[in-house]
Antibody, heavy 123, light 110 residues
Framework: EVQLLESGGGLVQPGGSLRLSCEAS????????MNWVRQAPGKGLEWVSA????????FYADSVKGRFTISRDNSENTMSLQMEALRDEDTAVYYC????????????????WGQGTLVTVSS | QSVLTQPPSASGTPGQRVTISCSGS????????VYWYQQLPGTAPKLLIY???QRPSGVPDRFSGSKSGTSASLAISGLRSEDEADYYC???????????FGGGTRVTVL
């Protein structure tokens, strides 16, 4: 059974930094691309970033490009999202999500979701 | 504003058929698979339909997906109270090099 467990959320001031982690189990982690998707309170889903199975290809939404960095450690079955220069509009539940493909070579396509971790950016 | 356009709401009585549309463009729905997700209140999204019209194991055959050109649809037949949820379409966009989600459709069972 695929399990994705996010951690690292919390309250941070505007301009601050936060690092989210996702621990994966139940599948061969290095074989699949992984994604981060967020959902602001009462709003819809917004894709944030993706990383290939080997970690050699990364993708970002324009809204976070240059501020967020996605990474993975296949030896630990973990993925991370380093978030810098946080803004009020980054407040959301952040979901870790497993992709169907290995590298998103033609497309990223989300299959499984974690339960999410809440990030609140506020002074 | 979402690039994939969904109606904000849909409703029906138990047993009825409800259809949700998802409109995009050549760079997303027109050239890539469409996925549908169900988000029950207070929970994480769950995959409902993949590759336009395929159901993962465990998803009832009351749920069906279709795609034509730059639009896609999700149909729920035999509507049940437990189908009350938010439904999202999604597709990769070749121009943006990212996943696009629709704005979501809230289904209410009257």
């Amino acid at each position: 059974e695929v399990q994705l467990l996010e951690s690292g959320g919390g309250l941070v001031q505007p301009g601050g930094s936060l690092r989210l982690s996702c621990e994966a189990s139940g599948f061969t982690f290095s074989t699949y691309a992984m994604n981060w998707v967020r959902q602001a309170p009462g709003k819809g889903l917004e894709w944030v970033s993706a990383i290939s199975g080997r970690g050699d290809r990364t993708f970002y939404a324009d809204s976070v490009k240059g501020r967020f960095t996605i990474s993975r450690d296949n030896s630990e079955n973990t993925m991370s999202l380093q978030m810098e220069a946080l803004r009020d509009e980054d407040t959301a539940v952040y979901y870790c999500a497993k992709d169907v493909s290995h590298s998103c070579s033609s497309a990223c396509q989300i299959e499984y979701w974690g339960q999410g971790t809440l990030v609140t950016v506020s002074s | 504003q979402s690039v994939l356009t969904q109606p904000p709401s849909a409703s029906g009585t138990p047993g009825q058929r409800v259809t949700i549309s998802c409109s995009g463009s050549n760079s997303n729905i027109g050239s890539n698979y469409v996925y549908w997700y169900q988000q029950l209140p207070g929970t994480a999204p769950k995959l409902l339909i993949y590759m336009n019209n395929q159901r993962p194991s465990g998803v009832p055959d009351r749920f069906s997906g279709s795609k034509s050109g730059t639009s896609a649809s999700l149909a729920i037949s035999g509507l049940r109270s437990e189908d009350e949820a938010d439904y999202y379409c999604a597709a990769w966009d070749d121009s943006l090099r990212g996943v696009l989600f629709g704005g979501g459709t809230r289904v209410t069972v009257l």
